[in-house]
């Protein structure tokens, strides 16, 4: 069964970046679509974007222009650019398959945007 772990979140002011990182425990390949989702405090978890093997991708309203997904099969790792961060991405953030397993959730990255 594969593990997915998060890492690259952290404490950014308004309008500053972060690339979140995601590295899977085995091969990727086989995962046709895979993405980013994130949990707003107080929040169900949301879907931010996906990126398909071919490169695809796909965003959510709220980050499309400010967010970029991309993957590395090679890597076995799965990225995400967020630029002009706003508090509103405040968030935990978790990649999975798409659509999403129970039982492929990690632990999750903390991004909070304040100043």
């Known amino acids: 069964q594969v593990q997915f772990v998060e890492s690259g979140g952290g404490l950014v002011q308004p309008g500053g970046s972060l690339r979140l990182s995601c590295v899977a425990s085995?091969?990727?390949?086989?995962?046709?679509?895979m993405g980013w989702y994130r949990q707003p405090p107080g929040k169900q978890r949301e879907f931010v974007a996906s990126?398909?093997?071919?490169?695809?991708?796909n965003y959510a309203d709220d980050v499309k222009g400010r967010f970029t997904v991309s993957r590395d099969n090679a890597k076995k790792t799965l990225s995400l650019q967020m630029d002009s961060l706003k508090p509103e991405d405040t968030a935990v953030y978790y990649c999975?398959?798409?659509?999403?397993?129970?039982?492929?959730w990690g632990q999750g990255i903390q991004v909070t945007v304040s100043s």
């Open positions: 990126v398909m093997n071919g490169g695809y991708t």
């Open positions: 999975n398959s798409v659509p999403w397993r129970a039982d492929y």
């Open positions: 085995t091969s990727i390949f086989s995962f046709y679509v």
